[in-house]
Structures are given as C-alpha cells and as structure tokens.
Nanobody, 121 residues
C-alpha cells in the first residue's frame, strides 16, 4: 500500500506564499507522476499542477505564473509553492501520485487526504 501525506495548508492572507508538501511512502518501486488537485466547496476536483518523473510540468491556466511544482525524488516528495494567493484559491488541496508498487506491476493512482488552504484577510 502507498500513503500520501500532505502538509503546509492553513489560513493565508491574500498575496501570501505558502508551500505545500506531500510525502509518499509505502510500497513504491517507481513513481511516474505526482501532482496537486484542489476542490473548492460546491465544485468538482480540478487539476492544479503535475510533474512527471522526467521533469515535465503541467499547470492549470489559473495558476500559471503564480504556482510552481517541484520534487525531491530521493524523498518521494512533491512540493507546491503557491504565490500571490487569491481568495478564489481557497480549497482543499489533494496530492496525487501515479505509482508502480512493485517491479513489473501496473501503475496505480493514489490520493492524499487533502490539506485545507483558506485565503482570507
């Protein structure tokens, strides 16, 4: 089994710059992709940013130029640096990983429990 644990959320003032972290642990042979999604109240979960093992990144239009995704592969950890936060960025942020648990197995998607980010003065 694979566990993803997020940290770094909380109450942030508009314009703030928190950093989220997500550490993957458990049965991990390789990770193809890690990323962040978010879900605001009453809305569907949406992608924020993804990062492949090859270093390719993808960002949602609404965070381009403000958020940056990075990773520490040795620690199976992905980060989301959020800058210039707006009230509309308020959401639960979920970590995602596409993991091959064992050599020769398929890849499977795993999710963290989420961390709340509230942008308010």
């Amino acid at each position: 089994q694979v566990q993803l644990v997020e940290s770094g959320g909380g109450l942030v003032q508009p314009g703030g710059s928190p950093r989220l972290s997500c550490a993957a642990s458990g049965s991990i042979f390789s990770i193809a992709t890690m990323g962040w999604y978010r879900q605001a109240p009453g809305k569907q979960r949406e992608v924020v940013a993804t990062l492949t093992s090859g270093g390719s990144t993808n960002y949602a239009d609404y965070v381009k130029g403000r958020f940056a995704i990075s990773s520490d592969n040795a620690k199976n950890t992905v980060y989301l640096q959020m800058n210039s936060l707006k009230p509309e960025d308020t959401a639960v942020y979920y970590c995602y990983a596409y993991v091959r648990p064992r050599a020769g197995s398929n890849f499977y998607a795993y999710w963290g429990l989420g961390t709340q980010v509230t942008v308010s003065s």
